[in-house]
């Protein structure tokens, strides 16, 4: 069964920090893997899709990598702002022949940005 | 306006009462899910519907039941066979096929008393 671990749990870091945030999977047999940005009470704002033969995408300040041999994939925040703050959290897509297609989800990493 | 809508935003039951939580997307999207989320964990899927007619238990079924009569619409049944109803309820839709990215309602808040 996949499992999607993401470290760390929360992270509080002063205004203009780069940052790093952690996701790891168990089964490398991942369709796509996204980040998305969650708000308090509010529901989820995907940030970035990775499918399984990228290695990399950007968009603005953010950056994910991802390393599907190793069951990897980080989320770079460049410059961060106080607006940032957040949950983010990881989800990987994988596909069964009589299911269909189905994400698991990490438990997230909650972000504050001091300013 | 495209998009997925969720209501209501926040419901009150009592405990052994069914309540229905409803999801409508006008994106034509073919897939639609269902999440719950309780506070500090990720989501967790319920259910899913591929197509209409058709629908997959997910991880957590117990104590909750789908209909998927129309592609828009894909409400979600909280029974009272669930015993810990009490948490927040994500809908989401993607295209047809694998490897579609996700779209998410903006949620609702159940509670159970």
């Known amino acids: 069964k996949q499992e999607v671990t993401q470290i760390p749990a929360a992270l509080s870091v002063p205004e203009g920090e780069n940052l790093v945030l952690n996701c790891s999977f168990t089964?490398?047999?991942?369709?796509?893997l996204q980040w998305f940005r969650q708000d308090p009470g509010k529901g989820l704002t995907s940030l970035l899709l990775?499918?399984?033969?990228?290695r990399e995408q950007t968009s603005g300040r953010l950056n994910a990598s991802l390393d599907k041999s190793s069951g990897r994939s980080t989320l770079y925040i460049a410059a961060s702002q106080p607006g940032d703050s957040a949950t983010y959290l990881c989800?990987?897509?994988?596909?069964?022949?009589?299911?269909?297609?189905?994400?698991?989800f990490g438990e997230g990493t909650q972000l504050t940005v001091n300013p | 306006d495209g998009g997925i809508t969720q209501s209501p935003k926040y419901l009150f039951r009592k405990e052994g009462q069914n309540v229905t939580l409803s999801c409508e997307q006008n994106?034509?999207?073919?897939?639609m899910y269902w999440y719950r989320q309780d506070p500090g964990q990720g989501l967790r899927l319920i259910y899913y519907?591929?197509?209409?007619?058709d629908f997959q238990k997910g991880d957590i079924a117990e104590g909750y039941s789908v209909s998927r009569e129309k592609k828009e619409s894909f409400p979600l049944t909280v029974t009272s066979a669930q015993k810990n109803p009490t948490a927040f309820y994500l809908c989401?839709?993607?295209?047809w096929g694998a490897g579609e990215e996700q779209y998410f309602g903006p949620g609702t808040r159940l509670t159970v008393t």
């Open positions: 989401a839709s993607s295209p």
């Open positions: 089964d490398s047999a991942i369709y796509n």
């Open positions: 990775i499918q399984s033969s990228q």
């Open positions: 989800a990987v897509l994988i596909t069964e022949e009589t299911s269909g297609s189905r994400l698991t």
């Open positions: 994106l034509n999207h073919d897939a």
């Open positions: 519907s591929q197509i209409v007619n």
